[in-house]
């Protein structure tokens, strides 16, 4: 175990909903991170909350490993064959080539690989709805529905007409929030005759940290953004956003962040004075879901994709922003989500190109 992150670690409960025990159900659901951690208060949490939960609710034991780079993924995969899993959730497109290898080497064992289409390649680009690996259930998310009512709100709420992202590396699973920000941006602008200018992202190339580490890079690439103008901020990539929380408080200007996959505003009380909103990723139900079809062998391997219609996607609320929104943008953003739903208004993205 010396080459892994660090060893499985067990958790349960006696108590189930169901009345089973661990005895009675011979199911041992697994899950390993990537790089970001289990308390990355976002998409390695959710997802570690989501199977938590399943198995609290099956009266079974879980097993965890977390990974500190990306040399972990293999040999904590491995780790988790030893020791016997039956459902294994991988969290993040990084694990996707680990993810197949694995998988196609164990097809008796149920993958649940989270953000990336196991289809064509291994940045999660290519999605025809079959994964290249049998026994692998994608859960994807089509974040840019989300963002780009996150993008039409910052556009109404700037103040300098500018707003920005920048996010940790350009892969798909990253880009498609910063595609749905800069649409719902424009399309405000569009609709409402105001001129809003969004940086850091022309829909091909933009900002980014070159990885998912809260570090000086990621402040840096923050007031990169600051310094011309910018005052709505979203930074894409777990972590990287506390550099952006750095920047906002070094620049003492007044500027709002959105947060990324969960509510930044109940996960890090920090954040509680400047994010706006959040677009979410509902990743702890739909991993849930997928641990509780396992352990009563009612597994289905079709992707899942998360949108607006099955609630996968949304915003949260705007939480200490209430009063200082415009008070109709709560209702137009509905109104933007009904067309977005119903396809009167295109956002488009990998999952929808």
């Not at 697994?30 to 390695?44: L, P, W």
């Not at 920047?247 to 200007?253: C, M, Q, R, Y």
């Not at 109940?266 to 879901?289: A, C, F, G, H, R």
Request: with cysteine; proline share 4%.
């Amino acid at each position: 175990m010396t080459a892994c992150g660090s060893e499985p670690e067990e958790n349960g409960s006696d108590d189930s909903s169901s009345g089973a025990t661990a005895a009675a159900l011979d199911f041992l659901p697994c899950i390993v991170s990537d790089a970001g951690g289990f308390d990355d208060k976002s998409f390695n949490q959710l997802s570690y909350e989501g199977v938590k939960q399943a198995a609290d609710e099956l009266g079974v034991e879980m097993k965890d490993v977390e990974s500190n780079s990306e040399n972990d993924y293999g040999p904590n995969l491995e780790s988790l064959v030893a020791e016997g899993c039956d459902a294994i959730v991988t969290v993040g497109f990084a694990l996707a080539a680990a993810t197949k290898e694995s998988a196609a080497a164990n097809p008796d064992i149920e993958y649940v690989l989270i953000d990336d289409a196991a289809d064509g390649g291994d940045d999660g680009q290519t999605f025809d709805g079959q994964p290249d690996v049998a026994n692998i259930k994608p859960l994807l998310y089509d974040t840019a529905q989300a963002a780009f009512l996150a993008g039409y709100a910052a556009a109404d709420y700037t103040k300098t007409g500018v707003v920005g992202t920048y996010g940790g590396q350009p892969f798909p699973t990253v880009t498609i929030f910063m595609d749905g920000f800069k649409q719902g941006a424009e399309y405000y602008a569009q609709e409402k005759g105001k001129d809003v200018k969004v940086v850091g992202w022309d829909g091909k190339d933009g900002l980014f940290t070159g990885g998912f580490e809260a570090n000086e890079t990621a402040t840096n690439t923050a007031r990169q953004l600051l310094d011309q103008d910018v005052d709505v901020i979203l930074p894409v990539g777990g972590p990287i956003y506390q550099g952006a929380l750095t920047a906002i408080d070094d620049s003492g200007k007044d500027v709002a962040m959105l947060g990324v996959d969960a509510d930044f505003f109940e996960t890090d009380p920090n954040t509680q004075d400047v994010v706006l909103t959040s677009i979410l990723k509902n990743m702890k139900v739909s991993t849930y879901e997928a641990i509780m079809a396992a352990g009563n062998d009612e597994f289905d391997f079709t992707p899942y994709v998360g949108t607006l219609e099955n609630d996968g996607v949304g915003i949260a609320p705007f939480h200490n922003f209430e009063d200082k929104v415009n008070p109709d943008l709560a209702a137009e953003l509905e109104e933007i989500k009904a067309g977005i739903i119903d396809g009167s208004i295109k956002v488009t993205s990998y999952l929808n190109p």
